[in-house]
């Protein structure tokens, strides 16, 4: 009876369960010395099944001290191959962008006009009678100011802190960001078939209103108002490079450099030991909760960069080739996707260093 009460303790103490057979074997006579034995060997066997091997993870995510959660995951900068990838998905997209502007045609709506009986003429609808007044932002003007120079600015600030990683950051963030909304903006504007503010300026329709004979703007091209590409592709490159800017000198950049301190290489941190990246993990929440001052401020100054997104996307309001309604919907879509694929490359710093 002795004997099975200190077997019970030694197993509880081990956190182990001893089966019922080799209970049974000690109570015929097995040495204390045997069952000790036998229950370090079967807990060196639980221990080693519950650490993960690391080397068995992705180069993206590796787990430290065998947690599964977000928190203890280090992520790694991608690849040369990954950021090869994302550049052949930008190159295949604009290749789809193109083919779908010069060659597909979408949605052609019948010229909107009342026909009078009683004088044999046509009317107008005025909503679609603006004059056209040229471009403040044409394509390459748009291409410049919100996605060549923010995408500059950042490999160039990664080049000179010496992260090559952060150079690849920029490339896929980008990449696959733009590419996406320009795809969606473009499939949205073959379907919806919207008209322009200046349809009947540049269609110059025929007598019988079935047709555009004008010889500037195609019937096609001025029938893909809803939504902005402008507005789209200018809020998605602003977007990305604020919530950069934010990690960088507003409130996020104080987690982001304690985080870099205190959070240690995956191999350099012993598989025993849980309190190092679990209070790690604590002192960078308490840095993002209690960023210095100036911070604050840096975060504001972050939102700089969407002024040029908004000029850019009210420019074509002024410019009568879209209604209002046109770049809150490409404005709406090109936030939306860059605040999706930012944390995919440039992660939340408070959980992923």
Not at 40 to 67: I, K, M, P, Y
Not at 166 to 173: M, W
Not at 193 to 211: A, E, H, N, T, V
Request: hydrophobic share 40%.
């Amino acid at each position: 009876m002795n004997a099975c009460s200190k077997n019970q303790g030694i197993a509880t103490s081990a956190s182990v369960e001893i089966p019922l057979e080799e209970r049974e074997k000690t109570n015929t006579g097995t040495s204390m010395t045997d069952l000790e034995s036998q229950q370090s060997q079967r807990v060196s066997r639980v221990t080693r099944t519950n650490t993960v091997d690391t080397s068995s993870a992705g180069s993206g995510d590796q787990l430290v001290d065998g947690q599964d959660s977000p928190a203890f995951i280090q992520h790694a900068p991608p690849t040369f191959k990954e950021t090869a990838a994302c550049v052949a998905f930008c190159f295949l997209g604009t290749a789809l962008v193109g083919v779908s502007m010069f060659f597909l045609e979408g949605r052609i709506r019948p010229i909107p006009v009342q026909y009078l009986e009683s004088s044999g003429e046509y009317v107008r609808n005025l909503v679609i009678s603006e004059v056209y007044k040229g471009e403040t932002i044409d394509t390459l003007g748009l291409f410049l100011l919100c996605i060549f120079a923010p995408g500059a600015i950042q490999s160039a600030y990664g080049f000179a802190r010496g992260q090559k990683g952060d150079f690849y950051r920029t490339i896929c963030t980008y990449s696959v960001a733009l590419t996406i909304t320009g795809m969606v903006s473009e499939l949205i504007k073959n379907y919806v078939g919207y008209m322009r503010p200046i349809f009947f300026d540049q269609c110059d329709p025929d007598d019988q209103y079935q047709s555009c004979t004008g010889d500037g703007w195609t019937q096609h091209e001025l029938s893909k108002s809803f939504v902005s590409g402008h507005a789209s592709m200018a809020f998605c490159g602003g977007v990305l490079f604020s919530l950069f800017l934010e990690r960088t000198i507003g409130v996020s950049s104080v987690a982001v450099a304690v985080a870099r301190q205190v959070m240690m290489p995956t191999e350099a941190l012993p598989m025993s030991t849980s309190s190092q990246p679990q209070s790690s993990v604590l002192m960078v929440s308490l840095a993002y909760r209690q960023p210095p001052g100036w911070r604050k401020v840096g975060s504001i100054v972050a939102l700089f960069p969407m002024l040029v997104s908004i000029w850019v996307a009210c420019s074509r309001v002024v410019d009568n080739v879209h209604h209002p309604a046109d770049i809150v919907g490409g404005a709406v879509l090109g936030a939306a996707v860059a605040a999706y694929c930012h944390p995919i490359w440039y992660p939340d710093p408070r959980f992923l260093p």
